[in-house]
C-alpha cells in the first residue's frame, strides 16, 4: 500500500486552472480507474475526472467552490498494487489510452484521458480475450474518441498524424468523410489547402483597446447581491471585451420571406429519414451559412497579429459555432468541418451540439478554432440583433425569430413566414461589398433551399 497525491491536471486545452464543483467520493470510498471523482468546471465546461487509480481515497484536499490552479494536488488515495496501481506518477496534459484496463502490476498508473508521464503498459491479454475492434493502444484524447464514437469510425482502422502517432481530429474526419454535398457548378470547390495567410492592411490608429474601469456598486445590504464574476462568466466577459475593441465591427441585416424554408421543415419532420432527429430552420439556416462561406471566404477568414506585421488567414474549411445559452452561462460549441456533412449528418450534429450544452457537458475542444457562428436570437422572440463576433472569427450571423406577417407576391398581399438575418463582420478583414454578398447569398437559401439541392 503506498498514499499517492492527485494533482489536479490539463484537460488537454491549456487550461491553467478550475473550480472543484461537486466531489462523487468521500474519505474511505474504494474506487477503481475511470470511476469518476469530481466535477470540475474551467473556464468553458463542466468537466468529470476520473479515477487514476485503484485504492481507497485518502483526503480531499480541496473544498467544493474552491479554484485551483493546474498541478495543485486535490485528493489523495491509499493504492492498492494488486489492483494496478504502481508508482502513481502522472504528467497532467499527456495522453493515454482512453479505454486501457489497468497496467500490469509495477507498471506506472494511467489516468484514463489524460496518461502517463512515461507512456504506462496496459496489460496484454491472450488472444481469446482481446476484442475485435479495442481501441486500446490508440493515443487519442476524449472528445476524438467520442467523434469517432458518434461517427461509428473504429480508430483501429484511423492512420494517425498526430504527434507521437496521436489520432487528431482531422484523422477521425478524413476518415468519415462523405461525397460533398456541394456540386454545383457556379459554386467554387473547397481547395486543398486548409488555411493561408495573405498580408493584411495596417490596423487603423488610436483604435480603443480595452475598458476603463468600473468601480463596484456599493454593497452591505440585503437588497444588494455579490456574484462573483468567474468560469463561464469570466470567459465570456474577457472574450466579448478583446471582440468588441480590437475587432472593428460592422453590421448589416436583411428580411426576407422564408416560407419555403418552413414547407421543407415540416417535409424533413415528416420524412422517416429524419424520424430519430429533431429538424429545425436552423439546419437550414446552418446550411445556408456554409454554402455561402464558399462564396465569399473572407467571411470566414480571421485577422492575426505576428512580430512581423499582421496577416489574414483565409480557411478552406468551416468549424461552424452555434451559440447556446445554457444553465451555464453563453457558450459556443462549434461543428468541425460542417461543409463534409450531408444534410442529415449536419442535423445530428446540430442535436448532440444542442444536447451537451444543455447539459454542460461541452468539451473544452468542442468550444475551440471556430471560423464563423451563429446566434439563433428568434428563439427568445427577437426579431434582430448586432452580434459580437467570437475572438479569431471574422464574421457572426444571427437569425431572428421567423413569424408570419403581410407580404407582397406578385402584387398581391399575403401571409408570408418572414425573419430577419443580421451578420456582423470584421471590417478590418473583410469590406462592405464582401459582407452585402454574404447575407444577401444567405438569405437566397432562406427564401429558395432548392438552390442547395446536389
Known amino acids: 500500500m503506498s498514499t499517492q497525491n492527485f494533482p489536479l491536471p490539463d484537460v488537454g486545452e491549456g487550461l491553467t486552472e478550475a473550480e472543484i464543483v461537486a466531489w462523487k467520493v468521500a474519505p474511505g470510498d474504494r474506487v477503481a480507474i475511470n470511476d469518476v471523482i469530481c466535477e470540475i468546471e474551467t473556464a468553458k465546461s463542466l468537466v468529470e475526472l476520473p479515477s487514476p487509480h485503484a485504492g481507497v481515497v485518502g483526503e480531499l484536499l480541496v473544498d467544493e467552490g474552491a479554484t485551483v ?35 500490469e502490476e509495477g507498471g506506472g498508473s494511467v489516468l484514463v484521458g489524460y496518461g502517463s ?39 483501429t482502422s484511423v492512420t494517425p498524424t498526430g504527434a507521437d502517432g496521436e489520432v487528431t481530429r482531422d484523422d477521425v474526419m478524413k476518415h468519415a468523410s462523405q461525397a460533398s454535398v456541394f456540386r454545383n457548378i457556379e459554386t467554387p470547390e473547397w481547395g486543398s489547402v486548409r488555411e493561408e495567410t495573405v498580408p493584411a492592411p495596417q490596423a487603423p490608429s488610436g483604435l480603443a483597446r480595452g475598458l476603463a474601469p468600473v468601480r463596484p456598486s456599493p454593497a452591505g445590504d440585503d437588497r444588494t447581491e455579490s456574484i462573483p464574476v468567474k468560469g463561464v462568466r469570466k470567459a465570456t466577459s474577457s472574450a466579448m471585451v478583446q471582440s468588441a475593441y480590437s475587432a472593428p465591427h460592422v453590421t448589416v441585416w436583411k428580411e426576407i420571406d422564408a416560407t419555403r424554408t418552413m414547407e421543407l421543415v415540416k417535409r424533413l419532420k415528416a420524412s422517416p429519414d429524419y424520424a430519430d432527429i429533431k429538424v429545425s430552420p436552423l439546419l437550414i439556416m446552418a446550411r445556408a451559412v456554409i454554402w455561402a462561406v464558399r462564396r465569399t471566404p473572407m467571411v470566414n477568414a480571421a ?7 499582421a496577416e489574414i488567414a483565409v480557411r478552406h474549411y468551416v468549424n461552424l459555432g452555434i451559440a447556446a445559452a445554457t444553465p451555464r452561462g453563453l457558450l459556443v460549441p462549434n461543428i468541425k468541418d460542417a461543409q463534409d456533412l450531408s444534410m442529415k449528418d449536419l442535423a445530428r450534429a446540430l442535436n448532440r451540439l444542442t444536447l451537451t450544452a444543455r447539459e454542460g457537458k461541452t468539451p473544452p475542444a468542442d468550444q475551440q478554432n471556430g471560423t464563423i457562428t451563429i ?16 475572438p479569431g472569427e471574422a464574421g457572426i ?3 431572428g425569430t421567423i413569424s408570419q406577417k403581410p407580404w407582397v407576391v406578385d402584387g398581391e398581399v399575403r401571409p408570408r413566414w418572414v425573419t430577419t438575418v443580421a451578420g456582423s463582420f470584421d471590417h478590418r478583414v473583410i469590406d462592405g461589398d464582401g459582407m452585402s454578398r454574404f447575407i444577401a447569398d444567405v438569405a437566397s437559401i432562406l427564401e429558395e433551399p432548392a438552390l442547395l439541392v446536389d
Open 303 to 309: 485577422w492575426i497579429d505576428t512580430e512581423a506585421g
Open 375 to 390: 446566434t439563433n436570437i428568434g428563439v427568445f422572440g427577437m426579431d434582430a440583433g448586432t452580434p459580437i463576433i467570437n
Open 69 to 103: 490552479e493546474v498541478g495543485t494536488p486535490i485528493i489523495t488515495f491509499v493504492t492498492d498494487p494488486a489492483a494496478g496501481s504502481g508508482n502513481g506518477s502522472v504528467a497532467p496534459g499527456t495522453v493515454a489510452t482512453a479505454e486501457a484496463p489497468a497496467p
Open 117 to 155: 508521464g512515461s507512456g504506462a503498459t496496459s496489460r496484454r491479454k491472450r488472444p481469446a480475450e482481446r476484442p475485435v475492434r479495442s481501441s486500446v493502444g490508440v493515443i487519442a484524447k476524449p472528445p476524438i474518441r467520442k467523434l469517432a464514437r458518434d461517427l461509428g469510425v473504429d480508430l
Open 397 to 399: 450571423v444571427a437569425m
